[in-house]
T-cell receptor, first 112, second 114 residues
C-alpha cells in the first residue's frame, strides 16, 4: 500500500531551527515534494527532491534519502509567518501529469 | 498571472440540491485534479484528468462527477450532495511533462451541506 507518515504537530520559537520529518512507503518513487499550507488557504510549493541529498532554498532546505524512504524539511530562523501546515507528497509514477500522494501534514506553531 | 481559479470560495447548500464547483487554469496544463481535505485525513484525490475528454477516478470518487470538455476547465459536480461531502475542496493542475513539475492549487472551495 501507499503510506506517508509525518508528525501531526510541532512547536518552536521565533529564530529557532525546526526539522519536519517524512517517511514514505510507496509502490514507486519519482520525486518528493514539500508544500506549505496556511489555514484555509491553498497549498503552495516549497521544494522538490528526486536525488539523495540536500536542496537549499533560502531559509528552507529539504533532504532526501531514497534508500531509507525518508525526507525532512528544515526551516531556519523561524518567523511567526512560518506557522502553517507542511505537507509531504510523493509522486509514485514517472509522468508529471499524475497524482501526488500526500501525507496528512504537520502543523507547525511558532511562538515568540 | 498564471493561476488556478475556483468558484465559489464558500458554498452552503442543502442535502440533495445539485451543485457545480468550477475550476479553470490559464497555464495550458494537461493534467487537472480535484482533492478534498478533511481534518485528520489530509488531501485525498477525488477525480483527475490527463487531458481533454480523459478522466479517471481517484481515491474517493463516490458521489462526485467531473467533465473535461476543454483543456482549461474541470468542473466538479455533486448530483445529490450529502452532509458527508462537507469539506474543503481544491482543484489543481500541472503540465504533463517533467516529473518535477509541482501541482498548482486553486484557492479552495469550502462546502457545507446541511
Amino acid at each position: 500500500g501507499q503510506n506517508i507518515d509525518q508528525p501531526t504537530e510541532m512547536t518552536a520559537t521565533e529564530g529557532a531551527i525546526v526539522q519536519i520529518n517524512c517517511t514514505y512507503q510507496t509502490s514507486g518513487f519519482n520525486g518528493l515534494f514539500w508544500y506549505q499550507q496556511h489555514a484555509g488557504e491553498a497549498p503552495t510549493f516549497l521544494s522538490y527532491n528526486v536525488l539523495d541529498g540536500l536542496e537549499e532554498k533560502g531559509r528552507f532546505s529539504s533532504f532526501l534519502s531514497r534508500s531509507k524512504g525518508y525526507s525532512y524539511l528544515l526551516l531556519k530562523e523561524l518567523q511567526m509567518k512560518d506557522s502553517a501546515s507542511y505537507l509531504c507528497a510523493v509522486r509514485d509514477l514517472p509522468q508529471a501529469g499524475t497524482a501526488l500522494i500526500f501525507g496528512k501534514g504537520t502543523t507547525l506553531s511558532v511562538s515568540s | 498571472e498564471a493561476q488556478v481559479t475556483q468558484n465559489p470560495r464558500y458554498l452552503i447548500t442543502v442535502t440533495g440540491k445539485k451543485l457545480t464547483v468550477t475550476c479553470s487554469q490559464n497555464m495550458n496544463h494537461e493534467y487537472m485534479s480535484w482533492y478534498r481535505q478533511d481534518p485528520g485525513l489530509g488531501l485525498r484525490q477525488i477525480y483527475y484528468s490527463m487531458n481533454v475528454e480523459v478522466t479517471d477516478k481517484g481515491d474517493v470518487p463516490e458521489g462526485y462527477k467531473v467533465s473535461r470538455k476543454e483543456k482549461r476547465n474541470f468542473p466538479l459536480i455533486l448530483e445529490s450532495p450529502s452532509p458527508n461531502q462537507t469539506s474543503l475542496y481544491f482543484c489543481a493542475s500541472s503540465p504533463q511533462q517533467g516529473a518535477g513539475s509541482p501541482l498548482h492549487f486553486g484557492n479552495g472551495t469550502r462546502l457545507t451541506v446541511t
